[in-house]
């Protein structure tokens, strides 16, 4: 269904146009998670959900995939307008 933005999101992750949120990175060390178990995730996912974010109208999407350990990680990200892909928070599923 969303296979076309999940092949967006895929691309920016391979080409390193993407950045993390601080609270990202918070939730991704709170884990024990690295940028290379987050960056799998969205490489092996797929889209779960979207969501409408309340504050800016903007679509943001649950991503469920695999680290490179083989555990199960959400990452909720959004393409921006600037056209990067922006890592909302991640998490061990």
Do not use: P
């Not at 695999?66 to 922006?86: A, E, F, P, Q, R």
Request: contains cysteine; hydrophobic residues 35%; aromatic residues 6%.
């Amino acid at each position: 269904m969303f296979d076309r933005i999940l092949k967006r999101m895929r691309e920016k992750v391979r080409t390193r146009q993407y950045v993390m949120t601080l609270h990202a990175e918070d939730e991704m060390n709170d884990d024990g998670l690295s940028i290379f178990d987050v960056e799998s995730g969205i490489l092996t996912g797929e889209i779960t959900e979207r969501q409408k974010d309340r504050a800016t109208g903007e679509w943001k999407y649950l991503v469920s995939g695999k680290t490179l350990t083989d555990d199960d990680i959400v990452t909720v990200c959004k393409l921006s307008l600037t056209g990067k892909l922006v890592i909302i928070t991640v998490y061990r599923e």
